[in-house]
């Protein structure tokens, strides 16, 4: 059985989401205040995160950083604010999802049934089948160093294959294209961040099926890229 925390200081929302989580068999544990949902957070291990943003005492953002500094566990926030500014703060601070109130609860079922499966399947493909690594059509063997989209074997150079790899290896994460240039270039190349612009551009051609309507790569304006699942 799946274990959910819900951290959620509306009596009337935490209950309802415990309720519809229940009612699909997922075990729930309640927390109300920001100070004791981080603490209960870190201390156990959770399948999934439901957190709200404006919390007494220690806020939404705070705990999803603390959280993300420690541990992958999906999360999903859940908030009053609409505003895009705070959906793109929480998923550059590694939330997995974002839905504002007032939502439906199945569709809430919906997602957190949707990111355990996904999480699920990222860890076992990781364990299980030795360094080969599979997303919807998209199939990348770290070992061999060779990637097939839709099943046709794709040629990358060594760097888009580092960078593809650092992306998948860490979905759902935004990173500006400063943090993408360290990672990959380090200090052994001369360049700038537009050598990033130009790699993620090459990505896109070989693995995406639209490169302007891109479902891998996708470009969080204004912060970087982040690699969905
Ligand atoms: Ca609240």
Not at 151 to 174: A, R
Not at 198 to 219: A, F, G, M
Request: hydrophobic share 40%; charged share 30%.
């Amino acid at each position: 059985m799946s274990k959910i925390l819900i951290i959620e200081d509306e009596v009337a929302i935490a209950d309802l989401e415990k309720d519809y989580l229940e009612l699909s068999n997922f075990e729930v544990t309640l927390e109300s205040n920001g100070q004791d949902g981080m603490v209960t957070a870190l201390k156990n291990d959770f399948d999934l995160i439901i957190l709200d943003l404006m919390l007494p005492e220690v806020d939404g953002f705070e705990i999803c950083k603390a959280i993300r500094e420690e541990k992958n566990t999906p999360i999903i926030i859940i908030s009053a604010k609409k505003d895009d500014i705070d959906k793109i703060r929480g998923l550059s601070l590694g939330a997995d999802d974002y839905m504002t109130k007032p939502f439906s609860p199945s569709e809430l079922v919906a997602r957190v049934k949707a990111h355990l499966s996904r999480y699920e399947r990222l860890t076992n493909v990781g364990q299980v089948k030795n360094s080969v690594i599979e997303i919807r059509d998209l199939k990348i063997d770290k070992t061999a160093r060779r990637v097939w989209k839709a099943g046709i074997e794709k040629n990358f150079t060594s760097k888009e294959f580092d960078l593809l790899c650092f992306l998948v290896e860490n979905p759902n994460h935004v990173f500006t294209k400063e943090e993408l240039f360290k990672e990959i270039w380090k200090m052994d190349s001369v360049g700038d961040i537009a050598t990033v612009t130009v790699h993620i551009k090459k990505l896109r051609e070989k693995i995406e099926n639209n490169t302007s309507n891109p479902q891998y790569i996708e470009t969080i304006w204004g912060v970087g890229y982040r690699f969905k699942l």
